[in-house]
């Protein structure tokens, strides 16, 4: 699923960059209004639900409709995903402002930065995720490396401001994305009800929209009012406040599993 968005990254650039080129933004227009109809066609044509052969019905699960926001720490990681989603929105709202404001780039730059970074993606994005299920590393220390990445990346922009500089920050961004999108669900998953997975999941979704709204925002006013530079470091505050926000449920998270195993263990000798 992400293989597939990762190479609409690459080709769409690629798509829009010709069409404004080459007739106008109305043609890319048109492009996306018929790309939209068709992959609704192909979704009503080659999606199918499933038909249960028995319905089962849970009469306790309207007591529970706002179970996920009793559970604590997944809150903690709601937060964690809200700075997340903060960071990397800016690549498409603040960094094309960035070339032609500070570095002085053509538009047509944008294009090779999107192309660069789906490229990233879509060939080392499997693997990376592969890796990581396979050494059993845990989905919060990785989205714990990732938020460090996607801050490494931000100081670059600052210290090195520089066409390179671009690339670089944007193969550490890039790596911070493999690590924490993928996982971020997976946490939600693992404390969700049985039955309730999907409402568990649409909460969670709801901080990406936040995530974006927030980053667009905040991120030029901060342009507006102190530059390119103190955002970036402000970013870089931020993903340092996700790391820690990470480092404590990590911990949270192993104490509950304590508790619950030691709880276990009394019940026997009672």
Do not use: W
Not at 128 to 134: A, E, G, L
Not at 148 to 172: D, E, H, K, N
């Amino acid at each position: 699923m992400r293989t597939a968005s990762n190479f609409g990254f690459i080709i769409s650039p690629i798509i829009a960059g010709i069409s404004i080129a080459t007739v106008g933004y109305y043609l890319l227009f048109y492009i996306d209004g018929i790309s939209s109809i068709v992959a609704v066609v192909f979704f009503i044509t080659f999606v199918k639900e499933k038909k249960l052969l028995h319905q089962l019905t849970f009469s306790n699960l309207n007591e529970e409709k706002f179970v996920f926001l009793k559970d604590k720490l997944l809150l903690i990681h709601c937060l964690i995903t809200i700075i997340t989603g903060i960071i990397f929105f800016q690549i498409f709202s603040v960094l094309p402002l960035y070339y032609s404001d500070v570095l002085k780039l053509s538009t047509t730059f944008n294009t090779y930065t999107l192309v660069f970074y789906g490229l990233v993606l879509f060939f080392l994005e499997v693997a990376v995720v592969s890796y990581i299920k396979k050494k059993e590393i845990k989905t919060l220390n990785a989205i714990l490396y990732g938020l460090l990445s996607m801050c490494l990346g931000y100081f670059i922009l600052v210290a090195l401001q520089q066409t390179i500089g671009v690339f670089l920050a944007l193969s550490f961004i890039s790596f911070g994305v493999m690590l924490t999108f993928p996982f971020a669900a997976d946490f939600v998953l693992e404390r969700s009800y049985k039955k309730m997975e999907a409402k568990f999941l649409s909460y969670f979704q709801m901080c990406y929209g936040i995530a974006q709204f927030l980053s667009a925002k905040l991120s030029l006013f901060i342009i507006h009012r102190l530059g390119y530079n103190i955002n970036f470091i402000l970013n870089i505050f931020l993903g340092i406040t996700g790391v820690l926000l990470s480092y404590i449920l990590i911990n949270l998270v192993t104490k509950e599993i304590k508790d619950k195993k030691a709880a276990i263990l009394n019940s026997f000798f009672k």
